[in-house]
């Protein structure tokens, strides 16, 4: 089993940035890939940014040159740096834990709202 305890959501302005923060349970050994995805209001939940093991990234389109992944291991963390938001970026963020046997676990999910 993995906890995963998301944090780091919330309401901002058009423009403006926030830092999602996901810290897990497990040993960095065993941990093949983390991510983010995201969900939108009747909309099928998508893929936002992933980094590998290996340190390997990964980010949708929509998000390119806006948002960027990274983990700490001594912390056992992956955080989601979100820059330049807008309102389509609007969604309930989810964390994502892909384990070395293809295991995968999700966070309980975070806010995210941009709106003027």
């Known amino acids: 089993q993995v906890q995963l305890v998301e944090s780091g959501g919330g309401l901002v302005q058009p423009g403006e940035s926030l830092r999602l923060s996901c810290a897990h349970s497990?040993?960095?050994?065993?941990?093949?890939?983390m991510g983010w995805y995201r969900q939108a209001p009747g909309k099928q939940r998508e893929l936002v940014a992933t980094?590998?093991?290996?340190?390997?990234?990964n980010y949708a389109d929509s998000v390119k040159g806006r948002f960027s992944i990274s983990r700490d291991n001594a912390a056992s963390t992956v955080y989601l740096q979100m820059n330049s938001l807008k309102p389509e970026d609007t969604a309930v963020y989810y964390c994502?834990?892909?384990?070395?046997?293809?295991?995968?676990?999700w966070g309980q999910g975070t806010q995210v709202t941009v709106s003027s």
């Open positions: 994502n834990v892909v384990l070395r046997d293809g295991t995968q676990y």
């Open positions: 980094i590998t093991s290996s340190g390997f990234t």
């Open positions: 497990r040993s960095i050994f065993s941990i093949y890939k």
